[in-house]
């Protein structure tokens, strides 16, 4: 695993992603190649057990830095943080994850919602937010709360997403500055 | 929110606690603990943390309903099924070694992890000779827990992993079951004391041979984290083993240097000789 150079996290990115995420996540990963300066938090629903080979696949199918989160991990800009299971994955402090087992959100445990919250909480309008893919409303409050903290929200265009009902239940909001096909979300990501 | 004070009203928030109740929360981890007072915020239609302090200091229930939220409840029987198969693998033979042995769960919550222990320990004809403390600051959750009472639609869960951590048996042959619900034998709860016990402001327990303290620190900040590790560490006799949650880890916390790694991937930890 390369070492990343320790440089301040100035924004973050935080996705959120479940049935489906998978391929959608590696769609983005490789698109986003691997000196990206910022850190990337990644909330995907997953069964308990599946997460060590989901990391593993991603990191070697994308070439980037991707790590399963541990409680009070400092996070660095270029890397991947995936929430594990049956923990919530949240922004702790500007350079540092935490985890917890709080009750679940909307069935699930990670939640989009909680990492979300916590990111517009923590970094304002310094962060952007991803809605991927997925069968659940999870993240729809998550993403007003970024909106309201000035952040920007991104979802990924309905007619690209495998199951909708996570984007829909995103854009329904009225919270979101754009809606992208997947292909062009690691593109805006960079630019932004 | 307005909050450009933030961090200045959590803190007057805190202090003003802790001044009311003696409970001290300010070195809990920020991330968590925003997400329950926002809840609070939003019961108490106000967008101000410091909003609260009136509030908690003026209507006890109110508070109280506040330090139930701070000690989250959620476990589970077994969990990590995998983490007690080490258990029973790497360390029921150490322990067998001891004609008596000590074991404390620090932060139980209901209870589970103790029942659980009790029935791998009773499997491996242990249980006999074993005194288990469980602990918690969370008056209600020990409630529960001493009672053995729970749920039955949580047990088709806790049998899945219980086999999962290679236990060979049915469940219900510790419990009985009736009126929705499951309650373990007395045979399993005479060897275990519940009691109240504050990891932060309260002292050491002494005399361990076996702690665990799983998901417990998560809700703690770096510093609190590392003063309630060195809590455990004193309470551990030398050799004594350290077990966290899956997911928490040493590596950045002074007392790490107290412990050697016993299992990198299930977190389990000698105490240093
Ligand atoms: C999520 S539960 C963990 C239960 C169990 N050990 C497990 O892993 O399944 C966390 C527990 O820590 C307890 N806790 C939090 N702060 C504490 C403190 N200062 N002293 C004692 N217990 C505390 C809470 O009340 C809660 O029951």
Redesign the pocket.
Known sequence: MPVPAVSMVERLVVIGASAGGFSALQTIFSGLGTDFDFPILVCKHLGIGDEKGLVDVLASRTGTTVMLSQDKLPMYNGCIYMAPGNYHLQVESRDTISLS?DERICHSRPAVDVLFESAADVFKDQVTAVVLTGANSDGAAGVEAIKNSGGKVVVQSLDSAEVKIMPKAAIETGCVDEILDLEDIAAYLRRS | MTDDFQDLELQLLMDAVKARYGYEFAHYARASMMRRIRKHMEAAKTDRISDLIPLFIHNKAAFAHFVKD???????MF?DPDFFQALRKSIVPLLKTFPFIKIW??????G??AYSMAIMLDEENLLERCQIYA????EN?LKIARSGIYPDADLALYQENYSKSGGCKSLDQYCSRGYDSIKFNGRLTEHITFAN?????DGVFGEMNLI?????LI?FNNELQDRVLKLLIDSLRSRGILCL?RRENIRFSEAAGLLETVDRHQRIFRKKA
């Open positions: 087992i | 701070m000690s989250v409840t959620v476990t589970e969990r769960h620090a932060g139980c919550a209901t589970q992890e602990t918690d600051f969370n959750s016990h504050n990891l932060v402001s665990l303290c799983r998901n417990v809700y949650g």
